[in-house]
T-cell receptor, first 113, second 114 residues
């Protein structure tokens, strides 16, 4: 099935640095979601975006729904060690009651002290 | 958001056997889904578990290999049948609490087949 392209694939940064990652698709979505997965756990929802151009924050995290509806961006400011994990974007389109998620390839974030 | 419990959390199984994974939610939800996450990979939707009717499977997944039940609005099972080493993955349950709400995930079942 389709997967969304995320970049970068992995990042090694120092504590306190800002992080930017993006997600691109060949097709349009009307909802974009960002999840974080830590070892041994399921993905946890970070931010949900419902409108093209929307910019939404959750603490140090900020995400944007691209104007073309084919991309989304996630920024993390002033990274801390607990930001370590894999970040997944997911696109979603609703058609009646169907609401399948299409996941990105993931960005693995490592934070060094 | 809903609390989602998956059992077992992990298992090691023999080739050719079957394992049933349970997903229990602490509140009624409209939609339940099953995903597979192969080692080092992203999540792939297996099927949508429909309450009171047959599950809706994605391309590449079939009912004989992954039978799914959803007897009510808080519970679903996924069976991985006739397992082979290629089935070694994390299997994740997710739920949509109400229409057009984001999906939330359980912690997954880590399955290894020898």
């Amino acid at each position: 099935g389709q997967q969304l392209n995320q970049s970068p694939q992995s990042m090694f940064i120092q504590e306190g640095e800002d992080v930017s990652m993006n997600c691109t698709s060949s097709s349009i979505f009307n909802t974009w979601l960002w999840y974080k997965q830590e070892p041994g756990e399921g993905p946890v929802l970070l931010i949900a975006l419902y409108k093209a151009g929307e910019l939404t924050s959750n603490g140090r995290l900020t995400a944007q729904f691209g104007i073309t509806r084919k991309d989304s961006f996630l920024n993390i400011s002033a990274s801390i060690p607990s930001d370590v994990g894999i970040y997944f974007c997911a696109g979603q389109n609703y058609a009646g009651t169907a609401s399948k998620l299409t996941f990105g390839t993931g960005t693995r974030l490592q934070v060094t002290l | 958001s809903a609390v989602i419990s998956q059992k077992p959390s992990r298992d090691i199984c023999q080739r050719g056997t079957s394992l049933t994974i349970q997903c229990q939610v602490d509140s009624q939800v409209t939609m339940m889904f099953w995903y597979r996450q192969q080692p080092g990979q992203s999540l792939t939707l297996i099927a949508t578990a429909n309450q009171g009717s047959e599950a809706t499977y994605e391309s590449g997944f079939v009912i004989d290999k992954f039978p799914i039940s959803r007897p009510n609005l808080t519970f679903s099972t996924l069976t991985v049948s006739n397992m082979s080493p290629e089935d070694s993955s994390i299997y994740l349950c997710s739920v949509e609490g109400s229409a057009r709400q984001p999906q939330h995930f359980g912690d997954g079942t880590r399955l290894s087949i020898l």
